[in-house]
């Protein structure tokens, strides 16, 4: 049982996270808002917060029209009671049925979980599964399994309860992901293997990849490049099935500022995008690198 003294320090801390969320979603930094509420969900567990955090990510993944993102966060929040969350779902006209779970505990507090919306501006496909109500495993335990009522098998490293460090959890259906794994979180380094055969293998931050990292996609599509909270961002490269490469920098999942497409003819266009538009470009002869 925490202290009176590290109780009102971590409320202090959910507060701050809480305000700073709110500024940075006012001010349109949508990825400074993820980031706050991301930790926000982290810290909560069985207080308010925990709803609120849900809600406010949802509807900053709306602004950032990543639909799917939001009504998985929207849902979650109606799971826990936010009738607000519930009437915002309804209005978007999805009749949800919550599933009415309790709040977890400090004990299994879930991390972060989203679903990407499909289509060509978002390459990921499905959502990244991590599982939920584990059994419990002794708090001593180093290394063991972790049964879950998804269906979802852990076996790796835990400590106090939790998968933490390497490990592997895999699902009926061939899903899995290996790799690194803090309190509870796919976190570090790691690959997820999707049912359909799409791959990802890279950094991860609060089971979402981050940083630098792999798509690779049944179909032949493959992207290589950074990634921020579950989405594509910085400097990318991708190559399509149909022979056409993009090497630019990406925003929030989109082509945005200059870059480069080569087509199969092996003509060369560089452009300048904004929010996945072309809003200026030029066709000339120009040799890329070799990047595939």
Request: hydrophobic share 30%; proline share 5%; glycine share 14%.
């Amino acid at each position: 049982m925490p202290s009176l003294e590290q109780q009102i320090d971590e409320m202090n801390k959910r507060e701050e996270l809480m305000q700073t969320g709110y500024t940075c979603f006012e001010k349109k930094d949508f990825n400074g808002a993820l980031a706050k509420f991301n930790a926000l969900l982290a810290l909560a567990r069985e207080s308010d917060d925990f709803i609120t955090a849900y809600s406010m990510r949802g509807a900053t993944y709306a602004e950032m029209n990543n639909n799917n993102m939001a009504f998985a966060d929207w849902k979650k929040a109606a799971d826990y009671g936010s009738e607000e969350a519930l009437q915002t779902l309804k209005a978007s006209g999805l009749n949800y049925t919550p599933q009415k779970p309790s709040l977890p505990s400090a004990s299994t507090a879930p991390a972060s979980t989203s679903q990407p919306p499909a289509g060509m501006e978002n390459i990921l496909s499905n959502a990244y599964r991590v599982g939920s109500a584990a059994a419990p495993a002794p708090a001593a335990s180093n290394i063991g399994t972790l049964n879950y009522t998804d269906g979802g098998v852990y076996e790796g490293e835990i400590q106090n309860g939790k998968p933490h460090g390497k490990g592997k959890i895999g699902w009926p259906d061939g899903e899995n992901y290996i790799g690194d794994f803090a309190n509870g979180a796919q976190h570090g380094n790691g690959k997820y293997t999707w049912a359909n055969g799409n791959t990802y293998e890279g950094g991860y931050a609060e089971n979402l990849p981050h940083g630098s990292g792999t798509l690779v996609e049944k179909n032949g599509r493959i992207y290589i490049g950074g990634f921020l909270n579950g989405l594509r961002h910085g400097k990318g490269k991708m190559a399509t099935p149909e022979g056409f490469i993009f090497e630019g920098e990406f925003f929030n999942d989109k082509l945005n500022g200059e870059g480069y497409v080569k087509y199969p003819d092996g003509n060369v266009e560089k452009g300048k995008w904004k929010d996945g538009e072309l809003v200026s470009q030029s066709i000339f002869n120009f040799k890329l690198p070799k990047i595939f």
